[in-house]
């Protein structure tokens, strides 16, 4: 089983920076995949980055050249580095990762972007 806490989320304003962390119960690097993903408000969780085991990324079209993705393989760390956030960007965000085709979800952190 594995468990991904999420920390990092808060307030900021519009143009401001934030990072995300999450922390995994495993050792990241035998994960297939690792990412972020959020959810505003009535709205369906959806892709924001996502990390393969040799490190090719994929971003939404949305966050592209404003986050990145990072990990930390020995202390089992993924991270997103937000900048220049909008007011759009407010929602949960939620680490995932999947192991042998199995998906676990972190339990979110709320990022507020006020205008």
């Known amino acids: 089983q594995v468990q991904l806490v999420e920390s990092g989320g808060g307030l900021v304003q519009a143009g401001g920076s934030l990072r995300l962390s999450c922390a995994a119960s495993?050792?990241?690097?035998?994960?297939?995949?690792m990412g972020w993903y959020l959810q505003a408000p009535g709205k369906q969780r959806e892709l924001v980055v996502r990390?393969?085991?040799?490190?090719?990324?994929n971003y939404a079209d949305s966050v592209k050249g404003r986050f990145a993705i990072s990990r930390d393989n020995a202390e089992n760390l993924i991270y997103l580095q937000m900048n220049y956030l909008k007011p759009e960007d407010t929602a949960v965000y939620y680490c995932?990762?999947?192991?042998?085709?199995?998906?676990?979800w972190g339990k979110g952190t709320l990022v507020t972007v006020s205008s």
């Open positions: 995932s990762a999947t192991k042998l085709n199995v998906d676990y």
């Open positions: 495993g050792t990241i690097s035998s994960f297939n995949y």
């Open positions: 990390i393969n085991s040799i490190g090719s990324t």
